[in-house]
């Protein structure tokens, strides 16, 4: 079975930095393309960031490209999400999620994903 834990989250000022981790564990991790969404209250949930089973592929949705970059260490089976410049409007829980299909590249939509991790919370006050 397929566990994706998240941890990073926190209350910050406007302005200041997060990672958010996301260990995955129960498959191979390298083959599988891996994402970041986040939900705030009353909101859809959205897409962050993407990145490919090889790391060379990488989408980063509009409101953060520049600011967030999503990353993954094979060998250690993580996904990162290092957010820089935060802003109030980024205030969300934060969802880790991973592909059920092999080698495919940046994958956008939520249903496009199998697995899940348990979100973290991150807070930003202006």
């Known amino acids: 079975q397929v566990q994706l834990v998240e941890s990073g989250g926190g209350l910050v000022q406007a302005g200041d930095s997060l990672r958010l981790s996301c260990v995955a564990s129960g498959r191979t991790f390298n083959k599988y393309t891996m994402g970041w969404f986040r939900q705030a209250p009353g909101k859809e949930r959205e897409i962050v960031a993407s990145v490919s089973w090889n790391p060379l592929s990488t989408y980063h949705t509009n409101s953060v490209n520049g600011r967030f970059t999503i990353s993954r260490d094979n060998a250690k089976s993580t996904l990162y999400l290092q957010m820089n410049s935060l802003r109030p409007e980024d205030t969300a829980v934060y969802y880790c999620?991973?592909?059920?299909?092999?080698?495919?590249?940046?994958?956008?939509?939520?249903?496009?994903?199998?697995?899940w991790g348990q979100g973290t919370q991150v807070t930003v006050s202006s």
């Open positions: 999620a991973a592909d059920g299909k092999q080698f495919r590249g940046p994958l956008r939509r939520s249903d496009e994903y199998t697995y």
